[in-house]
């Protein structure tokens, strides 16, 4: 197999740092700032981990250091470099160089690691000339070329290198204004699409906003949650309209595309990077409040990093609260609520059923990954 690979080096570093994105280099440089290390090499790492017993069978394709080689190198596969970045760090035009020199070659498949705006780069390179499967390592991801998780992309890969026969389809990259974002709106639109594996188990959807918000069922969800704080215990809530119901009925000020912290029913703290929230649970009781991700169903990895893998391992299962109107989980059409924390033996900790809370003293059981990615 002639694998493309093409990393975004500095995907999803913004999103720990409470940045709501990572696109421009001055962004890049304040989460550096504030301690915030790069993952996608890690999420890619992961990736190319499922496919070593088929090391002899692949060539990976890429461009110089970070944007693929020194993954791909470091895990022993046969590398092919065809470029590299024009400057120490690579920009959306390294990446869509990369792109265009690789689907000359041509690759039977391009692997990308990043977000939303990664995804733009190859729709603006490539189009659907090549097919491509997209690694999550961006802190938005709206689009649906990306795989649920870096396991899941492996796993559509092995299907191929077993010779099973996967359809393609032509599928939406969906990219929203980061600016806007970091002022609490989003603007999306639509910007082309790339041609993927359509293997629904592992391939995200595209993210579906809320049109008609159920007004009564959000406060009957805040009243549960409301009903069962306490006033010793500390509650990290995760960004959303259904935890912003749950803020507005405490008359308490939120982040809706942020995380923010209540001690009892009071915020003590808005919009919080990594940092700020482990420094504050340190030797606290807390607990972790999120809900999915309309028509992805993602409660933890997408848009909500801050919540990281050693704050939930402090917090324990029992802890991670999830609430979720029940149109929401009736649009996921039975596939299980995702994890992609970065930390793959974490989500395969947190996978089972969960107690979703859905109404006043209404709960479903409800399945959470899947163990076998």
Not at 311 to 336: S, Y
């Amino acid at each position: 197999m002639r694998l493309g690979l093409i990393v975004n080096p500095y995907a999803g570093i913004g999103g720990p740092a409470a940045l709501k994105g990572s696109d421009g280099a001055d962004t890049v440089a304040l989460a550096l700032e504030r301690g915030v290390e790069p993952r996608a090499q890690e999420r890619v790492r992961q990736t190319l981990e499922g496919l070593l017993p088929w090391r002899e069978q692949i060539v990976i394709h890429t461009w110089a250091g970070l944007m693929g080689q020194a993954v791909a190198e470091s895990l022993g596969f046969r590398v092919e470099v065809h470029g590299r970045a024009r400057a120490e760090q690579s920009s959306a035009a390294d990446t869509e160089a990369a792109a265009k020199a690789l689907a000359a070659v041509p690759v039977d498949l391009l692997l990308f690691a990043g977000g939303d705006g990664t995804a733009r780069n190859l729709v603006n390179a490539i189009g659907t000339s090549v097919p491509a499967l997209g690694v999550p390592a961006g802190v938005k991801i709206h689009s649906g070329v990306y795989a649920v998780n870096p396991q899941g992309a492996s796993e559509i890969v092995q299907r191929l290198l077993r010779g099973e026969g996967i359809a393609l389809a032509d599928t939406e990259v969906r990219d929203i204004d980061e600016n806007a974002f970091r002022e609490g709106r989003v603007v999306a639109r639509h910007y082309g699409e790339l041609r993927v594996p359509a293997e629904g188990r592992y391939l995200q959807n595209v993210k579906c906003g809320n049109t008609t918000p159920e007004p009564l069922q959000l406060a009957d969800i805040a009243a549960d949650v409301i009903e069962r704080l306490e006033d010793d215990t500390l509650y990290i809530v995760g960004p959303g309209t259904t935890t912003r119901a749950l803020m507005e009925e405490l008359n308490q000020p939120f982040t809706l595309l942020g995380v923010d912290l209540l001690e009892g029913d009071t915020c003590i703290g808005n919009d919080l990077t990594e940092a700020q929230l482990f420094e504050q649970v340190q030797g606290r009781k807390f607990k972790i409040i999120v809900t999915a991700i309309g028509g992805q169903g993602h409660i933890l990895g997408r848009g909500n990093q801050q919540i990281s893998p050693r704050i939930l391992r402090e917090a324990g299962r029992e802890n991670l609260w999830v609430i979720a109107t029940r149109a929401k989980l009736e649009a996921l059409e039975g596939r299980p609520l995702q994890l992609d924390t970065g930390d793959a033996a974490l989500d395969r900790a947190l996978s089972g059923y969960i107690r979703v809370v859905v109404g006043y003293q209404e709960y479903w059981l409800y399945p959470v990954g899947e163990p076998n990615v």
